[in-house]
RNA sequence: GGUCCCAUCGUCUAGAGGCCUAGGACAUCAGAUUCUCAUUCUGAAGAUCGGGGGUUCGAAUCCCCCUGGGACCGCCA
């Protein structure tokens, strides 16, 4: 093993930063961290039909917002770059060409139509699809033949039956069957490297000490085990996490699940930190009854092999409530800020910068209520725009609308009355208005709140007072009287 | 179909032979606080540890079989 520990992670840019992709670049992220190692980003855009600059982006961009800063990779460079595979591309060919050498790989000639043939016809017959080495030991002449045809020739990797086993990190001793695979390709006929063998010679030209990675790739580890021996690389140790799962059980996919970190977090709201939190307790614990860690905790935490083996069923309520507990501990300035982005109205925008102090007291009332960043743009608009409700709602359950119109017209005047409306002040003096109509104190103090909020859930009658202020509370009162008298 | 992986409350999980009449968290329900909602606090319900065999004085924990679920079987990554 290396002295060094470098792990990696090795996206491909075809498609959105992935909560999977997310979860293994966090059990990398803090594997290195914890032992002072290099975290290094290799992007795998070899494909060029799939892939595209926008998915780099945002992986690059979630991979920041969610507070993994790599050491090596794109933006930041590194001694074993190029960190993109597609400048990577002429490394490999002296590698197959020593394999070929060797007459440890060889040229196929095979036309997919054959391959495809092949495969259904093995399928039909119920044995599972394997090359059937038909190239494998081609004549000169049949070689030369093939070449004047101009047929076009991919590069296959020799397979001798054989057990191929490694130790797991997480998984245990794992052993696979190697005459089960045949000869798989290596190199595509258009001279692309394949998966397979490009990421064993950039894990190995890049020092990768340990391979940290899904569960879907335990068969590639047993190719590249034999792909690193005929090459004379050293394997880096391998630790396989188990999959998140949608509902159903079934890999975790877009279809069925938000799995977007752009889209489906970031943009409605959860907090970086809460989804790091979340997501690393997808198969991993602490041992202990704690499940709150920040990022700096989880890396003093953090142990490989404390990840468990059975896949988990990713659960969004749980990743709500731990978002709105995040939310909670932050500070209201904090929330404010944060939550800045997230009001989209426009007349709400203005008002919000217009009034910083008034924005602030605002936050600070709906602070508990809130799970989601994204929901303060409902919960605090009627602060600035004066709301909208039917008049029905201003008469609590028990009430009655003569008591209520009693209720509110007594609460202008006790407003009135008062300097200031501190909740010392406005407590004691609605409440007595209250005993001074026998009314009880929930009657008037649901119909303040409705008053000023519209709304049949909200922060309460003094705080809403207080916060709205003695002008605006009276003109809000006078619309609700004079949305009663009216009938 | 083949190979491999996995199996504790609805969900995430603790559990490395006796501390387990199985612990915690989310969700659920009830109560307290209360003008509503939320927060907070208290409590309840919820898992015969997938099933069956062993090993052992003793098994959720070790072994075997079965069952179930999943992943992979591409000139994608």
Redesign the pocket.
Known sequence: MADEIRVRI?P?PTGKFHIGTARTALFNYLFAKKFGGKFVVRV?D??QQ?HDDSSLKDILDGLKWLGMDWDEGPEVGGPYGPYFQKERLGLYDPFVLQLIDKKLAYR?Y???EE?AAE?ESQQSQ??????SGRCRHLSATEIDQFEREHR?S?VRFVVEPQKVSFDDLI??K????AG?FGDF?IQ???G?P??VLSNVIDDNLMKISHVLRG??????TAKQILLADALNFLSPQFGHF??IFNKD???MSKRKNPVSISDDYKAKGFLPDALVNYIA???W?S?T?R?IFSMSELIDEFEINRV??????F?S??LL?MNG?YL?QKSIGEVADAGREFITNNELQKAVTEEPDYYLNAIALVH??LKLLSEIEDQIGYFFISPKYEQSLLV?KKSTEANTLAALKSAVKVVSELKTLGLDEVEPALRGAAEDLKIK??EL??AV?VALSGR???????ELLSVIGKEESTKRLNTAIKKLSAR
Do not use: Q
């Not at 119920?126 to 090359?131: E, I, Q, V, W």
């Not at 794992?174 to 069957?177: I, L, Q, T, Y």
């Not at 569960?215 to 590639?220: F, I």
């Open positions: 090795a491909s795998e070899t494909d799939r196929c095979c036309t997919p391959l495969r119920g044995s599972a699809p394997k090359y076009s991919a998984k245990g794992v052993e696979f069957d089960l390709v595509r006929s258009d692309m394949l998966f569960e879907e790739h335990l068969v590639n188990p999959l059980r079934s890999k307790l997808l198969g614990n041992g009854e499940e468990g083996t059975s896949p988990s069923i659960d309520e749980k409530w507990y909670r508990d209520r609590a104190d929930g103090l649901w709140r049949d859930a909200s922060p309460g009658a003094f």
